[in-house]
């Protein structure tokens, strides 16, 4: 598989207890945002998404929070275990193609046993 | 994955050799696309196409080139390899209609 070897901020947590993951975005314009994950030697897994017109959307586990006042995104992960050991990015998209993607530099969680 | 694979997973070229990707979809996505993963620079995207034969440029397109003849593959080339080219590259794929994007497992390309 495929993996970069990246240096990007980390966050390293408990297992049990709950990760937030920040991202600031750049366009006031973009109107969907996602969460993407992304284990060492794979390619980026959809997590969760919101349009604009939302502040909080709840997935099995995970929240994400949108402030567009200050264009922020957050990722909250509930009792976070092993398997959430990755990097996470943001990405915000604009317009009406889905795959024209602007990621963030990504997260590396680390959940320690 | 939604049924997307790319080929080949691992190459090493030399300087100024041309070098082409391959992204195959099983899903008959109508939209599909290339980045390109580098430390400190997230993913980028590099070129897309939104039907056969219809492609554009994305944020990093100099020095790549791409071709789509049939709705299913999606090719990247690089006309003459050079080192700031080495990098990982990845596939995406959007059905029409909707926003979510699947990606393959990458290409580690290495340009020596």
């Known amino acids: 598989g495929e993996s970069v070897g990246l240096h990007l901020p980390t966050l390293s947590v408990q297992e049990g207890d709950n990760s937030i993951i920040n991202c600031a975005y750049s366009n006031s314009a973009s109107d969907y945002f996602i969460w993407y994950k992304q284990e060492s030697g794979k390619g980026p897994q959809f997590i969760i998404d919101i349009r604009s017109n939302m502040d909080k959307r709840q997935g099995q586990r995970v929240t994400v929070l949108l402030n567009k006042t200050v264009k922020h995104l957050s990722l909250q992960i509930a009792a976070t275990q092993p398997g959430d050991s990755a990097v996470y990015f943001c990405?915000?998209?604009?317009?009406?193609?889905?795959?024209?993607?602007?990621f963030g530099q990504g997260t590396e969680l680390s959940v320690k046993p | 994955d939604a049924g997307i694979t790319q080929s080949p997973r691992h190459k090493v070229t030399e300087t100024g050799t041309p070098v082409t990707l391959r992204c195959h979809q099983t899903e008959n996505h109508r939209y599909m696309y290339w980045y390109r993963q580098d430390p400190g620079h997230g993913l980028r995207l590099i070129h897309y196409?939104?039907?056969?034969?219809?492609?554009d440029k994305g944020e990093v397109s100099d020095g790549y080139s791409v071709s789509r003849s049939k709705t299913e593959d999606f090719l990247l080339t690089l006309e003459s390899a050079t080192s700031s080219q080495t990098s990982v590259y990845f596939c995406?794929?959007?059905?029409?209609?909707?926003?979510?994007?699947?990606f393959g497992q990458g290409t580690r390309l290495t340009v020596v």
């Open positions: 990405a915000e998209n604009v317009g009406n193609q889905g795959g024209k993607l602007i």
């Open positions: 196409s939104y039907g056969v034969k219809d492609t």
């Open positions: 995406a794929t959007v059905s029409g209609g909707a926003r979510e994007a699947f």
